[in-house]
């Protein structure tokens, strides 16, 4: 079968092919719909019937373009980078550059045959352009109250007032939209309900995590779906004497990560497992930092246990 690694950016995408042959051909496309027509061609021009496409998790920038490649019935996978530069690593690759990452995404993909991506179904699309355009709107609403409170012109705070009325009426527009999307699929009402059986998981979490890991529960384990959300401790060891401290690695969603933070402190306090873990982090002496970081991963592998085994939170299931 023919493979292909595609290294994505925001405007651009880079494509390696290996044919059947071993013969690795290279070319750049623009990441827009013209972009992945000219690819299909490009693919179709090698004599391309079917293909095993790799792609890194990289932002959002790969999400139209593997959803592109899906429709075209190409097998697709979409990998964690921290992977990819773990292999890149073991084939002592020294040099970065777009052309070689789409190489080594392809060498990889050969190698290993990573588990095929499934396109999110279209109620779950709707329900993450939703819940982004809902943040979008809360960060440009938080931007323009900050103006408000510093500005003293009175022209100014009246633009300002007008732009922040309507954006609290946009955000609460999308909020009934996001709830009518939820009460007409039962799968997600069920989906909604496991997750907010976990105590320190809020409704406008669990509606981050439906739309941000709508496939949670088909992870093969809860920490690849914390290696997917960047929510796996980065370890910095060298020799005997160099032990830097260890940290999120932050290489995955970061929607996620970033409505995980405060209900993490919270679930620290009321949710019984989470508090003992962070008891125990706290007796061995760990940063604080550290010990929100577990509970925020905590969180996610419960979220997981939740959705894939489809029974509520059970804070004695261990015992």
Known sequence: MFIVGIDVSQKSFDSTLIDEAGQRYQKAFKN?????????????????????????????????????????????????????????????RRSKTDEIDSEVIATFCAQTKPT???????H???????????QALQKSLTQHQNRLHVTRDPAVRASLAIIIETLQSQYAAIEAQIQALIDQHAPLQKQMALLLSIKGIGPKVAVIL?????????????????????????????????????KLSKMGKGAVR??????????????????????????????????????????????????????????????
């Open 32 to 92: 827009e719909e013209k972009g992945f027509q000219a690819l299909q061609k490009w693919l179709v021009g090698h004599q391309v019937k079917a293909a095993h496409v790799c792609l890194e998790a990289t932002n959002i920038y790969w999400e139209e373009l593997a959803e592109y490649l899906h429709d075209q019935s190409y097998q697709v996978s979409v990998v964690n980078p921290i992977r990819i530069r773990g292999f890149a690593q073991s084939q002592l």
């Open 116 to 122: 095929l991506w499934q396109p999110p179904q279209p």
């Open 258 to 319: 970033g409505v995980l933070f405060f209900p993490a402190i919270s679930a620290m306090r009321h949710n019984p497992i989470v508090r003992a873990l962070a008891d125990r982090l706290r007796a061995r002496g760990k940063p604080n930092m550290v010990i929100i970081g577990a509970a925020m991963r905590k969180l996610l592998h419960l979220a997981y246990g939740v959705l894939k085994h489809q029974r509520p939170f059970d804070p004695n299931y261990v015992n």
């Open 210 to 246: 439906l739309a941000e890991m709508y496939d949670l529960a088909h992870y093969d384990n809860a920490r690849a779906a914390a290696a997917d959300a960047g929510l796996t401790p980065a370890h910095y060891r060298s020799g005997s004497s160099v032990r830097k401290r260890s």
């Open 124 to 134: 779950q699309r709707q329900l993450r352009a939703l819940t982004r355009h809902q």
